[in-house]
Every structure is written in C-alpha cells, then in structure tokens.
C-alpha cells in the first residue's frame, strides 16, 4: 500500500457519496498481508479501469475504519453509490479477483 498521509482521508460520510464502484482498501504500509496482496490487486484493478480504489492507512483510533467494522489488514471494501456490495478481509489473490468480477460485472448495477 502506498499511501500518501499528507493528504487528508475521506470521511464515512464523502465516501458515502462518491457514485459509481468504489474500492476501499484499509490497511498499512508496514502489514506484510498488504504488501503481498498489492501486486495482485494492483494487476486486477487494472482490468476494471471504473472501479476507484480508494487506499485507507488504518490504525488503532482511527475511526473511518472502525466504521467499517476493519479489524484485520488488509481489509476491502466493495462499494457502489454509497452501498456496500461486498467485505474481504485478508483475502487471497483469487478471491479478490473474485469478487471484482462480479463487483464489476454490468448486471451488478
């Protein structure tokens, strides 16, 4: 995950709004399960240029996170038009192709 902190996070409420497919992804730079799955999420976004992805730094106190119930790095969130479609957690490289299939599939919306 690379993330950059200068810029300030999204609230629940901005995220809420933004239209279309969102992919929120909770994590940490230093999470070696978020380091493993970037590559391949990375490769799979790629096929699904439509889908926003949206990286989150997590941590304790954090509350955008605790919002979403994250508890485990790396966390995604699968969002369209402010509804949550689908929640991974730690998932593995197929299970986030996955789902992005079916997330972004035409009939998914």
């Not at 279309?20 to 790629?46: D, K, M, N």
């Not at 996170?65 to 790095?73: A, D, E, H, M, Q």
């Not at 730690?90 to 997330?103: H, M, S």
Request: aromatic letters at 8%; one cysteine or more.
């Amino acid at each position: 995950m690379d993330t950059d902190t200068s810029q300030p996070q999204p609230t629940r409420e901005e995220l809420d709004r933004i239209p279309g497919p969102i992919l929120v992804e909770f994590g940490t730079g230093w999470c070696s399960y978020c380091q493993a799955l970037a590559p391949h999420l990375a490769s799979a976004l790629r096929k699904y240029p439509d889908v926003r992805l949206i990286e989150i730094e997590d941590g304790k106190g954090k509350p955008l996170g605790r919002s979403f119930r994250v508890k485990l790095w790396p966390t995604l969130v699968f969002m369209r038009d402010g509804t949550i479609v689908a929640h991974l957690v730690r998932p593995t490289p197929k299970e986030v192709e996955i789902t992005l299939a079916a997330f972004a599939s035409p009939n998914n919306g």
